[in-house]
């Protein structure tokens, strides 16, 4: 019985451990995504018109996504990450500014 617990623990503890190597690693890459979804909310923003009635807003969003760019392209994922982020709030930001204007 000992045993037959042994080897279970055993599977479980490499299911956990290759999930968390995973899950490092998902963090540890390229934000790829949040890069994507950065610049669909940029576009939409500017579509909504964002460049007349949020412009600052919409600026500091494209400075913030060449920021990111620029980290990628250094190897610093995580901090490019925070700066796509940043980027993809002001983004939506200027979007949300936009939208108001209208009504």
Do not use: K
């Not at 019985?1 to 299911?15: D, K, L, Q, V, Y």
């Not at 909310?41 to 807003?57: D, F, K, V, W, Y």
């Not at 060449?66 to 980027?87: D, K, V, W």
């Amino acid at each position: 019985m000992g045993t037959a617990n042994n080897r279970m623990f055993s599977r479980r503890g490499c299911c956990v451990l290759l999930a968390a190597a995973w899950l490092a690693a998902a963090c540890a890459g390229a934000p790829v995504q949040t890069m994507s979804d950065t610049r669909q909310t940029i576009r939409a923003a500017e579509s909504a018109g964002a460049s007349e009635a949020a412009p600052e807003l919409l600026a500091a969003a494209r400075d913030e996504l060449r920021r990111a760019e620029a980290m990628i392209r250094s190897g610093e994922y995580r901090a490019a990450r925070r700066e796509a982020e940043a980027a993809r709030q002001s983004a939506a930001d200027a979007l949300s500014a936009t939208q108001h204007r209208l009504r």
